[in-house]
C-alpha cells in the first residue's frame, strides 16, 4: 500500500525566514509526485508535478525537488500570505493519488 | 473560467438522517472524482467517474453511501442514513487530462452529524 509521511505537521516561520518541508513516500511504481497548497475553507490547489528524481520546479517562493525517496518543497523569504496547509500526494496507478496528511505553515509579519 | 462548484458548503444533520452533496465540474473535464477529508488528514479518494460511468468505486461504502453523475457532468453523492462517523468535509475535484492527472477542487461541503 502506498505510504505518504510529511514533516513536520506544523511549521511557524517569521516573514523571510526561508524553510523546507519533507515528504517522504513509499510506493510501487512512482508516477508523479504533486504537491498542492490548501487554504481554511478551501479544496486544494495544485502546485506543482514531479516525475523522476532530480527533477525541480520553481513558482515565485516555492521550489520543489524530488529523490527516489523524498521530496521538499522549499520556501524562500515566506510572506504572510504563503500561509497555508500543504499537501503532497503520489500517484502509482493510473490515476488515484495518495495524499499525506500535510504540513501547516504559519508565516508572521 | 469557472471552478469547480460545490453545494452546499456547511450541512449539519443528525445521525440516520439521508443528505445528498452536488458538484458541477469545471466545462469540458470529463473526469470527476468525490473525495473525503477527515481533519487533520489529506483527502481518501471514494469514487472516480469517466464520464457517465464509476470505474473505480472501490472506497465507497456502499451500504450507506451512493452516487450519480448523470449526463456526464453534474454529480451527486448521497449518504443514508448518514453516521457519526460520516462528519467530514467532501470534496470534488474533476481533471481534463488523465495523462497530467491534475486534480481541480472544489470548496467542499463541511459535513456535521449530530
Known amino acids: 500500500e502506498d505510504q505518504v509521511t510529511q514533516s513536520p505537521e506544523a511549521l511557524r516561520l517569521q516573514e523571510g525566514e526561508s524553510s523546507s518541508l519533507n515528504c517522504s513516500y513509499t510506493v510501487s511504481g512512482l508516477r508523479g509526485l504533486f504537491w498542492y497548497r490548501q487554504d481554511p475553507g478551501k479544496g486544494p490547489e495544485f502546485l506543482f508535478t514531479?516525475?523522476?528524481a532530480g527533477e525541480e520546479k520553481e513558482k515565485e517562493r516555492l521550489k520543489a525537488t524530488l529523490t527516489k525517496k523524498e521530496s521538499f518543497l522549499h520556501i524562500t523569504a515566506p510572506k504572510p500570505e504563503d500561509s497555508a496547509t500543504y499537501l503532497c500526494a503520489v500517484q502509482a496507478g493510473d490515476y488515484k493519488l495518495s495524499f499525506g496528511a500535510g504540513t501547516t505553515v504559519t508565516v508572521r509579519a | 473560467e469557472a471552478g469547480v462548484v460545490q453545494s452546499p458548503r456547511y450541512k449539519i444533520i443528525e445521525k440516520k438522517q439521508p443528505v445528498a452533496f452536488w458538484c458541477n465540474p469545471i466545462s469540458g473535464h470529463n473526469t470527476l472524482y468525490w473525495y473525503r477529508q477527515n481533519l487533520g488528514q489529506g483527502p481518501e479518494l471514494l469514487i472516480r467517474?469517466?464520464?457517465?460511468?464509476?470505474?473505480?468505486d472501490s472506497q465507497l461504502p456502499k451500504d450507506r453511501f451512493s452516487a450519480e453523475r448523470l449526463k456526464g457532468v453534474d454529480s451527486t453523492l448521497k449518504i443514508q442514513p448518514a453516521e457519526l462517523g460520516d462528519s467530514a468535509v467532501y470534496l470534488c475535484?474533476?481533471?481534463?487530462?488523465?495523462?497530467?492527472?491534475?486534480?481541480?477542487f472544489g470548496a467542499g461541503t463541511r459535513l456535521s452529524v449530530l
Open positions: 467517474y469517466e464520464n457517465e460511468e464509476a470505474v473505480d
Open positions: 514531479l516525475y523522476s
Open positions: 475535484a474533476s481533471s481534463a487530462d488523465s495523462a497530467k492527472n491534475i486534480q481541480y
